[in-house]
């Protein structure tokens, strides 16, 4: 995700902010790639995780929903002379590419890239004004389709649950009636109907648009269903001793990844009224003393690192666990009809 609710120009409000990978060296020093290992790279991106693998000698599979980040991606595949492959895909999928006897790494970036932020045709940002739009794998409905299509309770669950907008009703109920009139159809078209509907005070510091635009594109392109079945895709793709690294930059992404890596790392579960708990095998051991955030120092040259965080886990020997979803406590956002194209 990249979201900033600190100070200065952020990634979602649509700032020029230079790609630029959070958290490399933590990310290859939990890795821990070397020649002969294989290392799948979920989010592809600009290639800042895969260079790094690969100028450590690994080998690498890396995927990615959006098909320009592939095409642009060719030219470091012609570099490296087979050691990377690209697949266009989510990477909810990624078991279905880890070769027989299993990955020793996988990698996942969550979230939305400065690159997608930078094309204002794809509508990701309310600075570069451009069609509402917000679809990483360019397919699917899109934000426009959500906002002018979907019931006005839906909008409040969207925005107040994904966003954590407390503004939700309001603007909820503005866009229902604004749409009836003319439909919403560009990004500063909505933007400046939220800055109208919820000014903006002295004090903020971030447009009053920017958590409803996050969570459009987390709507849209289902991003903690994707982010879920990931990870229990590479639990069935690791093999022994292999490591998973997230790096998330939300509050509700890096909830799913502590829940997961709890979940997988044996703890007993069971109710407080129950004489005994149910044990369960380990999945995952934890790389170091836990959660990881970037440096003072990265923050301030990054600004996208400010809320990122890693978490890591090294694979067991033992069999995989069904993949349960309840175990992220979400709520069910599945009864929310979704637009057709």
């Known amino acids: ?3 900033d609710l600190g100070t200065g120009l952020t990634d979602a409000e649509g700032g020029p902010v230079r790609h630029i990978p959070v958290l490399l060296s933590e990310v290859v020093a939990a890795l821990e790639p070397q020649p002969g290992k294989v290392i799948l790279d979920g989010t592809f991106g600009a290639g800042g995780y895969s260079s790094a693998l690969l100028d450590a000698g690994s080998n690498v599979i890396a995927l990615d929903r959006d098909p320009t980040a592939i095409a642009a991606g060719q030219a470091l595949v012609a570099v490296h002379g087979g050691r990377l492959v690209l697949h266009h895909t989510q990477f909810s999928a990624l078991d279905q590419f880890a070769p027989q006897g299993g990955l020793d790494g996988v990698v996942l970036d969550i979230g939305v890239s400065s690159m997608q932020i930078d094309e204002a045709e794809r509508g990701f940002s309310f600075q570069k004004n451009g069609p509402l739009d917000m679809r990483m794998s360019v397919s699917g409905p899109s934000a426009a389709d959500v906002v002018n299509r979907a019931k006005v309770g839906d909008l409040i669950r969207i925005f107040g649950f994904l966003g954590e907008e407390k503004q939700a009703g309001r603007i909820a109920r503005a866009i229902e ?7 919403f159809e560009t990004t500063r078209d909505l933007a400046g109907m939220i800055e109208i509907v919820t000014p903006r005070k002295a004090k903020d510091k971030i447009h ?7 969570a459009l594109r987390i709507f849209v392109n289902d991003e903690l269903g994707e982010l879920a079945m990931a990870l229990f895709a590479a639990e069935r793709a690791l093999k ?6 997230v790096v998330t930059f939300h509050s509700l992404e890096d909830r799913i990844v502590k829940k997961f890596f709890a979940d997988r790392s044996g703890k007993a579960s069971g109710s407080r009224h129950l004489p005994v708990a149910v044990e369960k095998p380990v999945i995952f051991e934890p790389v ?7 440096s003072e120092e990265e923050a301030e040259a990054n600004p996208r690192a400010r809320s990122a965080k890693l978490r890591a886990g090294i694979r067991t020997d ?6 349960d979803f309840s175990i992220f406590d979400l709520p069910d956002l599945a009864e929310i009809e979704r637009m057709g194209g």
């Open 1 to 3: 995700m990249v979201t």
């Open 177 to 183: 009636k604004r749409r009836t009139e003319k439909p």
């Open 208 to 214: 009053p648009a920017t958590r409803v635009f996050q």
């Open 240 to 245: 022994p001793g292999g490591r998973l690294v």
């Open 288 to 294: 170091g003393k836990g959660m990881v955030a970037a």
């Open 318 to 323: 033992a069999s995989p666990m069904k993949a």
